[in-house]
């Protein structure tokens, strides 16, 4: 045992910040490395082409799909009635008829106005 009289000698300091930063060292990696690993997962998932980006995209992906269906259904059925008009005279004379309200010679036209929404379902009521 060391007698207690014996002072202890005083560590120069550049021993003395070695063994500092040795000890240090781990922690303050395990941090930063902690810290970077954070920060790249945020990057990630919020980043400028993050995944919460991707599936924003990805939705809006499947809505212009949809539409693009839709509009393509729209275009066969009127490509078929452009056909029927180009090759079918009935079908141009009830056209004629029913949407441009043409009439032969000696017809009468009389056209029917829908009764107000308000108007239908009083009587609809009544009844």
């Known amino acids: 045992m060391p007698e207690e ?3 202890l000698e005083p560590i120069p300091l550049h021993e003395w910040a070695m063994g500092w930063a040795q000890r240090l060292w781990r ?4 941090v930063v490395v902690v810290a970077l690993t954070l920060l ?3 990057h990630v ?4 082409h993050g995944v919460s980006v ?5 939705a809006q992906d499947r809505a212009l799909q949809q539409e693009i269906n ?9 490509r078929r009635q452009v056909d029927r008009l180009q090759s079918n005279p009935d079908e141009i004379e009830r056209v004629a008829h029913e949407e441009l309200h043409y009439a032969k010679p000696g017809e009468v036209i ?3 106005q829908e009764a107000p929404q ?5 009587t609809q009521n009544n009844q």
Do not use: C, D
Request: charged share 10%.
């Open 5 to 7: 009289n014996q002072q």
């Open 27 to 30: 922690p303050a990696g395990t």
């Open 40 to 42: 790249l997962t945020w």
């Open 45 to 48: 998932i919020y980043g400028k």
């Open 54 to 58: 991707w599936w924003q995209m990805r």
């Open 70 to 78: 839709t509009l393509q259904q729209e275009n066969a059925v009127m």
């Open 110 to 112: 009389y056209t029917l």
């Open 118 to 122: 308000n108007q239908q379902q009083q």
